[in-house]
């Protein structure tokens, strides 16, 4: 079945930098576009980044545009976020999830790993 | 804050039909897609493409979309349907992806 496991959470400083992991299983990772979605505490949903299938391709929210990185390898089956200069807002529970047919939109989601911006 | 407008919450009683809006002009662009989660739950997706149902969801689960407007339907709710519910499409640029605020289904 389709599994996706984030890693790489935790404390950090404002300021800082962080990089998230995921490691896909299940399904043809080289198929499909990936993304990362956050979701604060006790708060609504968040597009952050996407990914085309092969990387040839990557879009950003503009809360994150030029701090944030998505990468995937595909001899791997992980999809990665580089997060620089961290932020007090960026504060979240971060997805990993997986493109639906067309890559637009998210079809499964991973169960997420929490960051926390500390000043 | 997210440019696709939900109301905060929506109650229905057991049976009844509820009836979740999401406007914003990214529908005029892109189609929705409606993802339901359950407190303490990572998201699931119930409706895609409008008004396609992913296997395994139930019958009950309907959408639609018109103009800047989407709706997701659930007929005859039940008390595991209570969760938040999100709609998805796009800014309205056209060019990312964007939620709408959520709004919180109370079956009572």
């Known amino acids: 079945q389709v599994q996706l496991v984030e890693s790489g959470g935790g404390v950090v400083q404002s300021g800082r930098s962080l990089r998230l992991s995921c490691v896909a299983s299940?399904?043809?990772?080289?198929?499909?576009?990936m993304h990362w979605v956050r979701q604060a505490p006790g708060k609504g949903l968040e597009w952050v980044a996407l990914i085309w299938y092969d990387g040839s391709k990557a879009d950003y929210a503009d809360s994150v545009k030029g701090r944030f990185t998505i990468s995937r390898d595909n001899s791997k089956n992980t999809l990665d976020l580089q997060m620089n200069s961290v932020r007090g807002d960026d504060t979240a529970f971060y997805y990993c999830?997986?493109?639906?047919?067309?890559?637009?939109?998210?079809?499964?989601w991973g169960q997420g790993t929490l960051v926390t911006v500390s000043s | 804050s997210s440019e696709l407008t939900q109301p905060p919450s929506v109650s229905v009683s057991p049976g009844q039909t509820a009836w979740i809006t999401c406007s914003g002009d990214g529908f005029t662009r892109k189609n929705a897609y409606w993802y339901q989660q359950k407190s303490g739950r990572v998201p699931v997706l119930v409706i895609y493409?409008?008004?396609k149902r992913p296997s395994g969801i139930p019958e009950r689960f309907s959408g639609s979309r018109s103009g800047t407007m989407a709706t997701l339907t659930i007929s005859g709710a039940q008390a595991e349907d209570e969760a938040d519910y999100f709609c998805y499409s796009t800014d309205s640029s056209g060019h990312y992806g964007a939620f709408g605020s959520g709004t919180k289904v109370t079956v009572l």
């Open positions: 999830a997986r493109g639906g047919s067309g890559g637009w939109y998210v079809d499964f």
């Open positions: 299940g399904f043809t990772f080289s198929s499909y576009a």
């Open positions: 493409e409008d008004g």
